[in-house]
């Protein structure tokens, strides 16, 4: 088995019986996933959970948003600490009435111009709300791939690191990425957490690479063309009962999403 499959494989069971459950994981429609995202951005998914509840109750779709006031907009978000964030969701609305007919567009580069909407909030819509097989990776996930295959990212932000994206859009199962999507966020935020991860309750520590050594020294080939040789070519190995957790430095930054 390679290092990948049993990754996959390990992560999809465990998150049969693990898995979060908050009400726009219920919702199929993109504007509903649209709004949750925005939400998530640096905020706890159980605040969000009954604030999301009301902003769709006060503006049920993208043209009833559009016609907000700025300051109702902002009067629902004020809990999270987001009231700064209304005019630039009261903007993408009404990019979306105008441009879109009043509807979340499905391609990435349509919603990458919508005000406030960066690369993990697309990626979030087109996988959770439209079903695509695309990768959705921020700070959270970024930390699980860097400690389970010692990826070496380039950037101070390693969730902003294209090689990373690449990488994750490699190793996601073809017809199950929004599951998996949703295992890796469940399992980052409740076993592989940034501080004191939970290596006892870990299902797949036995070839984790940050498991085994406590550090991230093993280099990985990062030009995009050789992601595929990584993932099928590394072998597993069984973590020897001798093996000890290393000490090496944990990945630590700052999560700027709780999402989905």
């Known amino acids: 088995m390679t290092r990948k499959d049993y990754f996959v ?25 649209l709004v949750s995202e925005l939400m998530l951005q640096r905020t706890q998914a159980r605040q969000v959970e009954p604030v999301y509840l009301e902003f769709i109750r006060r503006f049920p779709n993208p043209s009833e948003l559009a016609v907000a006031s700025v300051g109702d ?11 700064h964030r209304g005019i630039r969701i009261k903007r993408m609305a009404e990019q979306l009435r105008d441009r879109h007919d009043g509807a979340v567009p499905d391609d990435i580069e349509s919603l990458l111009d919508l005000s406030g909407v960066g690369r993990y909030v697309a990626s979030a819509v087109l996988s959770f709300g439209f079903g695509r097989d695309v ?20 950037t101070v932000r390693p969730h902003t690191d294209r090689a990373l994206w690449a990488f994750c859009q490699k190793i996601l199962p073809a017809d199950s990425g929004p599951h998996f999507n949703r295992a890796l966020l469940d399992f980052a935020a409740a076993i592989c957490t940034a501080r004191k991860p939970r290596h006892e309750q870990c299902p797949v520590k036995d070839y984790c690479a940050w498991y085994e050594t406590g550090t991230t020294k093993l280099s990985v080939v990062r030009q995009e063309a050789n992601l ?28 700027t999403s709780n999402s989905t």
Do not use: M, Q
Not at 139 to 147: D, E, K
Not at 229 to 249: A, M, N
């Open 9 to 33: 494989a390990g992560l999809s069971k465990w998150h049969r019986a693990n898995k979060r459950k908050f009400r726009w994981r219920k919702e199929s429609d993109p504007y509903r996933i």
């Open 228 to 255: 595929s040789d990584y993932v099928t070519s590394h072998r597993c190995r069984r973590r020897r009962p001798e093996d000890k957790i290393g000490s090496g430095r944990d990945f630590a930054w700052n999560k």
């Open 73 to 83: 907009i902002e009067g629902v978000l004020y809990p999270l600490g987001l009231a």
């Open 135 to 154: 990768a959705v990776v921020d700070a959270n996930v970024a930390r699980v791939i860097i400690r389970f295959f010692s990826f070496n990212p380039k």
